[in-house]
């Protein structure tokens, strides 16, 4: 039994391990050695590279591979206007210790406003060069207010949070009709929030920072919901739930319980990409408030470490998600991209088309073609 429409059985999340001469030709532009068109001429090959790849591997869904980015949510929201990108922000887990790194901080300086189409030209070269279905990545809306809240709000451009979100969500709207208009049909917004706020430290931190971390789940989900209610009806969005990427270690924790509910009844997506590789994302006990029209991709390959998932594991593991959500609403896909900042995870470029191809025979397997 094929899918005819996006999520795919075999799907996968986005972002692919950046070739070793386009991570030379992005060190060389940062430098000043290399000119914004000779990079994006060395990301035009890389990208046609990957699509012939992914496309020979039997995918439906296919990504640029997030190959024009350094981080998987900075370079789209620094080109809104009122956006401001500095420093770096406190993760929960030992990432900071790890690998001396948190992601840099966000925060809103200005009227929000989108005075540019951000993704359009990226689509429009994915669109030449697939024969299957392009898929775009942005980053989710929340990713704008989650890590800083009120305080990396300016107060004089928003004394009032509700304009705030009034503009973001229009900010998205036009971004999201500028792809559609450009023929993208298969959208997903990366959101790290709804999954942090499944994990207990960052609950406590939204707590210190004043917010509620019951209520938040809601107030994203109208924020989502604003920029996509009323979108075409052969326009499929999808929100990608992770816990953080960065060279294969994570920022939260905590199985999605706490906001199920809201996550799966009060946010009007088509489909779900859920992180569900190991321990850190709880059991499937979650997926019982699905309803019936929503499809759930299970992120049941890691793309953190290079072992290959016995397939037999594989397909149990469906076979245990589909006694809660039906068979047929399921698909399948790595947890995460490979690559969700420039740095990629700690697999090699071999173990990552290995990781996709096992799940395009695992989906064959259960599915059928």
């Not at 990108?85 to 210790?97: E, L, N, P, R």
């Not at 896909?333 to 900042?341: A, D, E, L, N, R």
Request: hydrophobic share 40%; with cysteine.
């Amino acid at each position: 039994m094929s899918k005819v429409n996006p999520p795919f059985r075999a799907d996968h999340v986005g972002s692919l391990l950046r070739p070793p001469e386009l991570l030379d030709a992005r060190q060389q532009f940062f430098n000043g050695n290399l000119s914004a068109e000779a990079l994006r001429v060395v990301e035009d090959r890389a990208i046609a590279t990957a699509v012939t790849k992914m496309e020979s591997l039997g995918l439906r869904s296919i990504t640029d591979g997030e190959f024009r980015r350094t981080y998987f949510h900075l370079d789209f929201l620094q080109q809104l206007q009122g956006v401001t990108v500095t420093g770096s922000i406190a993760a929960s887990s030992d990432a900071q210790s790890k690998v001396g790194f948190t992601p840099p901080k966000l925060s809103v300086t200005g009227k929000l406003r989108h005075v540019k189409n951000i993704q359009v030209d990226d689509f429009n070269y994915l669109q030449s060069q697939v024969s299957q279905t392009p898929k775009v990545t942005i980053p989710s809306p929340t990713m704008v207010h989650f890590r800083g809240g009120r305080k990396a709000i300016d107060i004089e451009a928003y004394p009032d949070m509700d304009e705030f979100f009034a503009d973001l969500a229009q900010c998205y709207r036009d971004e999201i009709n500028a792809l559609y208009q450009a023929g993208c049909r298969y959208i997903q917004m990366d959101d790290t929030n709804l999954a942090y706020l499944c994990d207990a430290k960052m609950r406590a931190g939204v707590i210190e920072r004043g917010e509620d971390p019951n209520e938040l789940p809601r107030t994203y989900a109208a924020l989502i919901n604003s920029v996509i209610d009323g979108r075409p009806a052969d326009l499929t969005m999808c929100v990608h739930l992770c816990r953080g990427n960065y060279r294969s270690t994570w920022f939260a924790e905590g199985g999605y319980e706490p906001v199920a509910e809201v996550l799966f009844n009060e946010l009007n997506v088509d489909a779900y990409f859920l992180e569900y590789d190991d321990e850190r994302s709880g059991d499937f006990a979650p997926l019982r408030f699905v309803p019936d029209h929503k499809t759930v991709v299970l992120g049941l390959v890691t793309t953190k470490a290079a072992a290959l998932e016995p397939k037999q594991e594989l397909i149990q593991r469906v076979n245990d998600a589909a006694q809660y959500v039906p068979l047929e609403n399921l698909c399948l896909s790595p947890q995460c991209g490979f690559s969700s900042t420039v740095e990629g995870n700690a697999v090699t470029a071999d173990d990552q088309w290995a990781k996709l191809a096992l799940v395009v025979e695992t989906a064959r397997e259960i599915w059928g073609e």
